[in-house]
């Protein structure tokens, strides 16, 4: 059984004595330097503060000696002294077998997060050359990052935070006492490894979860437990990622695909606008089944109606079903086939902008119930999807707005270059743009689908725009109003700016651009008023990504490409800004 793959979101790396068997240098440098200011200590005990930030190590052991602390100016000159013994002592050799845990993490999906005491620039400097890759200039922690160092937890929530995750959904890897009690504090996974002299029992009272002698111990442990999750997922049938297939021909790139994928019956989901499209593709399903179009039919009637064709037609586990149309189609027949049978096979062709930026990639499925959202689902990854721009060529200029909030979203999150063009120019007339921006979007969602696929941590990014989005969808729909998912969802995130600048510090100058390229650009004005305060922050206290009854979560914006979960926003921070929002359009 798996016990960190599939159950974690990222690893938060220490870097001494992690990476780098660097701690004898560290320990000779810190006595060295201690010797000469007449302060007696032992090199071992060093092992024992490591994490502790430079001025928390002189003061502890200048209490000790002479009953006081020092200045932070006196700690730096002292500290100053320590890292030129250590860097004097030339480069730190790797530490055997880090290389191998990296290499295991990102194979199976983890973002590596550096998260270090230290603030030595030769250090952080070597770690690009010395691993290659491994850490995103966006993923790390230095002393620089933080206030307070180990054992406090500041640094492992820096980090938790900097990979938009909460703590739970992260391992820790540490190699010393109080870096364990850090991450421990922060409600990481905390794992030991012991490359110093320290024994195993000061680690068991910090309380690590899991302990090893060496780094080449705990990289063979790693790989043996990638291999246990790939094995759980290849047996359980369920697929570890979705293949995308970009194509220009559907139909040869769909009949090449069952071709070479066993099965014993096609059957083929679609909707009346969409069905001259899905026949066309696949011209000779076993079956077809062919439902009302639009978001209300996203319902359990429907999806009994479903069921009982698959149960008809002949429906096995060894059938594919795949589903040819927009959101609602992907949704419903994902959902569908994850639980027919206790899960079929299936693939998604997405003809509209919609579903082939957003809805037909990641494997979330579902139906909307009891006035809500995609209320009832099931996280089931597609065995395929089929991109292609041909289906989209046709589509009404509607549906291309709806489409291109969800663009504008995952860049918004994801790249601020990518951000820049889409407000700046216009993707509706720039085929061009417009398909970097659709293969920008379904290879930066199936990244993070990748590294988190239930939703833990790092994919709850995605909801951006989407819990403000989500009830002006549903209340629209629950009065018969005309609204796309992508316009309810292109005015959520006008208002999660709004909330931005209040909680995260966006800059008001980004909230302003927005509005004025986006919002005011391409969508009509909302339909309410604040006298629908009330009933829009209901569907938001009644959102599936809240955490606890009565607040309300939302992903929000520090900057462009840099998104952040914000728990337990109080109805009262949210009215008076909903109210002055709605106004406002």
């Known amino acids: 059984m798996s016990i960190i793959f599939g159950k974690k979101s990222a690893a938060l790396i220490d ?6 068997d660097s701690m004898p240098g560290h320990t000779l440098a810190w006595k060295r330097m201690m010797d000469e200011i007449g302060v007696n200590c032992s090199r071992d005990e060093f092992y024992l503060y490591e994490g502790m ?63 270090t005491g230290s603030g030595q620039k030769s250090l952080l400097e070597a770690l690009d050359q010395d691993y290659p890759g491994a850490f995103d200039p966006n993923l790390r922690v230095t002393a620089l990052d933080v206030t307070k160092g180990k054992p406090d937890p500041e640094p492992y929530l820096t980090g938790a935070r900097k990979a938009g995750l909460n703590p739970c959904d992260a391992i820790v890897i540490e190699n010393a006492p109080l870096g364990v009690r850090a991450g421990k504090a922060a409600g990481a996974f905390t794992i030991a490894v012991t490359t110093g002299p320290i024994p195993r029992q000061e680690f068991e009272k910090e309380g690590a979860d899991l302990i090893f002698d060496s780094m080449e111990d705990f990289a063979a442990f790693l790989e043996q437990d990638l291999r246990n999750y790939r094995n759980e997922k290849v047996s359980s049938g ?34 009346d606008n969409v069905k001259p499209i899905a026949q066309a593709i696949y011209p000779d399903p076993d079956s077809i089944f062919v439902m009302e179009p639009g978001e209300g039919n996203k319902s359990l009637d429907t999806l009994s109606d479903i069921w009982k064709w698959l149960g008809e037609a002949g429906a096995t586990r060894r059938s594919i079903l795949v589903n040819v149309g927009g959101g609602v189609v992907s949704d419903l027949g994902g959902f569908a086939a994850a639980t027919f049978k206790r899960g079929i096979r299936y693939a998604n062709v997405p003809t509209s902008l919609l579903a082939a930026a957003d809805a037909a990639i990641g494997g979330k499925t579902g139906i909307d119930f009891n006035g809500l959202k995609n209320e009832i689902g099931a996280f089931a990854l597609p065995a395929r999807v089929f991109l292609s721009t041909a289906p989209l060529k046709s589509l009404p200029q509607r549906e291309l707005l709806s489409g291109l909030a969800e663009l504008i979203k995952m860049a918004v ?21 417009l398909g970097r921006a659709l293969r920008h979007s379904a290879k930066e969602k199936q990244r993070i689908v990748t ?20 009830a002006f969808e549903m209340l629209a729909q ?56 009330d009933a829009l922050l209901g569907l938001m206290t009644r959102d599936k990504k809240n955490l606890t009854c009565g ?35």
């Open 451 to 470: 590294i988190d696929p239930r939703d833990n941590g790092l994919r709850r990014m995605l909801n951006f725009g989407h819990t403000a989005g989500h």
């Open 551 to 585: 607040n309300i979560t939302f992903i929000l914006l520090q900057n462009i490409g840099h998104p952040v979960e914000v728990n337990d926003i109080p109805i009262t921070t949210l009215r008076p800004l909903l109210d002055s929002f709605l106004k406002s359009l």
């Open 238 to 271: 369920i697929p570890l990622h979705s293949a995308i297939e970009y194509c220009d021909d559907l139909k040869t790139s769909m009949t090449a695909w069952l071709e070479a994928t066993p099965h014993d019956r096609v059957l083929l989901l679609t909707d």
């Open 53 to 115: 930030t430079g001025k928390a190590t002189i003061d502890l052991l200048m209490h000790r000696a002479f009953g006081h602390g020092v200045s932070p100016e006196r700690a730096a000159e002292l500290y100053a002294v320590k890292s030129r013994y250590f860097k004097q002592m030339g480069k730190a050799p790797l530490m055997p077998g880090a290389d191998r845990m990296l290499a295991t993490l990102r194979r199976g999906g983890l973002p590596c997060v550096l998260v």
């Open 478 to 533: 629950s009065r018969g109003l005309a609204m796309s998912h992508g316009e309810a969802v292109a005015f959520g995130m006008d208002f999660a700016m709004i909330l931005s600048e209040k909680i995260s510090g966006l800059s008001p100058a980004i909230h302003s651009r927005y509005r004025e390229n986006v919002t005011r650009r391409y969508y009509s004005t909302l339909p309410f008023t604040p006298e629908d305060t």
């Open 15 to 20: 870097m001494d004595g992690v990476l780098y």
């Open 413 to 433: 999150i994801s790249d601020n270059l990518l951000y820049d063009e889409l407000i700046a120019g216009n993707p509706l007339v720039n085929s061009d743009l």
